[in-house]
């Protein structure tokens, strides 16, 4: 009896490894172009007559395709990617989006969370290499970043604002969404990763508004002490030690104009929206020497206080993932963290509450 039952708890173990097949054949694919190369209906010989890859290997990565429905099987052993399921794994798009996000969870989460038990035995946590994956970090969070930016837009249209700085900037995707809407607000791109910035100014050559800096956010600053109407913090908190945050904020207090807000996205641990994979997103940030935990809700609002910010309206943009937006103001009398429903309705409050601050100044 305990040989059959440890015999279907493996089968059931089994059963779970399904789920992991879409991400790997997607990955996969995506990596090698396999998806474009069957655009139209193909036989596996011709593709990898064409390709170069071997005939077993391709043959293999086909049958999982059909299995998952990421290809579709054809007439004359041919075989053809499913546009629905696949449109966004295909092509060589400049702003890769889906694609990045599977190449971070198959060659930085997932080998990450495999050394577990190693990391754990010897205590030698893993170093996360800021030049060599600062690119496609950067993608994935432009990516969800994208969730947020009806609200930030709305913000800004609803304000007079001068000056935007994107802190931890990337490729600079998030400022260019931004000024082909606001062409006549100055923006400036902060990040530490020099490659990076180098490909945020070639993405950015039309765009006069947009400078780039390569610097330390901690320490970086407007020249001239000039003053930031809105500051962008995305997804930045996880490469700070918790015992610094504060001290970042205090920093950036230091240039945001009195009627400024700062702009906060990041994923939040102990929420009761996606605990799982936040928890999981947290084992990873936190096996590494170089990388912290997320920040929960208590956290956020003890450092907000401290740093003589207003913590309010957050907001679950993506609740599976548990990444959260909200508002940091130096100056607005907000004195308690708000909870609204849904992103986006933030925007009468923000607006409200700046109309009834100007007529009490």
Same mark, same amino acid.
């Given at each position: ?9 493996? %089968? ?13 054949? @997607? ?26 890859? =071997? ?11 059909? @299995? ?27 702003? =890769?989006? #889906? ?17 577990? =038990? ?6 030698? %946590? ?15 969070? @432009?990516?969800?970043?994208? *969730? ?26 998030y400022l260019r969404k931004l000024a082909l809407e606001f062409p006549e607000i100055q923006m400036i791109g902060v990040d530490l990763n020099n490659k990076v ?6 993405l950015s050559e039309g765009f006069s508004n947009i400078e780039y800096v390569v610097g330390d956010i901690s320490e970086w600053k407007p020249k001239d002490d ?17 015992? @610094? ?10 240039? #945001?104009?009195?009627?400024?807000? #700062? ?14 994979f936040s928890s999981a997103f947290n084992s990873f940030f936190v096996a590494h020497s170089n990388l912290f935990a997320l920040p929960n809700k208590k956290e ?8 003589? *910010?207003?913590? *309010?309206?957050?907001?679950? !943009? ?31 409050? !923000? ?6 601050? !100007?007529?009490?100044?």
């Amino acid at each position: 009896m305990n040989e059959w039952v440890t015999a279907m708890q493996a %089968r059931k173990w089994m059963k779970k490894n399904e789920s992991f097949l879409p991400s790997w054949h @997607a990955y996969v694919g995506s990596e090698l172009g396999l998806f474009s190369e069957f655009e139209s209906a193909r036989t596996v010989e011709a593709v990898s007559e064409k390709t170069g890859y =071997p005939y077993d290997l391709l043959a293999s990565w086909v049958k999982v395709g059909v @299995a998952v429905k990421h290809l579709k099987k054809r007439p004359n052993s041919r075989y053809r990617t499913s546009k629905r399921r696949c449109a966004s794994l295909m092509g060589k798009d400049d702003s =890769p989006g #889906v694609k990045a996000l599977l190449k971070e969870m198959m060659e930085l989460h997932l080998p990450t969370m495999l050394k577990y =038990p190693e990391i754990m035995r010897s205590q030698e %946590r893993a170093l996360f290499d800021h030049e060599l994956h600062g690119g496609v970090v950067a993608e994935t969070s @432009a990516l969800l970043e994208h *969730f947020a930016i009806k609200k930030i837009k709305k913000m800004i249209r609803d304000r007079n604002v001068e000056t935007i700085i994107d802190l931890g900037c990337g490729h600079g995707g998030y400022l260019r969404k931004l000024a082909l809407e606001f062409p006549e607000i100055q923006m400036i791109g902060v990040d530490l990763n020099n490659k990076v910035i180098e490909r945020a100014r070639e993405l950015s050559e039309g765009f006069s508004n947009i400078e780039y800096v390569v610097g330390d956010i901690s320490e970086w600053k407007p020249k001239d002490d000039h003053k930031a109407d809105v500051v962008l913090l995305h997804n930045i908190f996880h490469y700070i030690h918790p015992e @610094a945050r504060h001290q970042l904020l205090d920093h950036i207090h230091q240039y #945001v104009s009195k009627r400024g807000l #700062v702009s906060v996205i990041t994923p939040i641990n102990e929420t009761e929206h996606g605990e799982a994979f936040s928890s999981a997103f947290n084992s990873f940030f936190v096996a590494h020497s170089n990388l912290f935990a997320l920040p929960n809700k208590k956290e956020l609002q003890e450092i907000s206080e401290h740093c003589q *910010f207003d913590m *309010f309206d957050l907001d679950p !943009i993506v609740k599976e993932g548990s990444w959260y937006t909200f508002w940091l103001s130096p100056s607005a009398p907000v004195k308690e963290m708000r909870h609204t429903k849904m992103a986006g309705s933030s925007e009468q409050t !923000i607006a409200s509450q700046q109309k009834e601050y !100007i007529r009490s100044s």
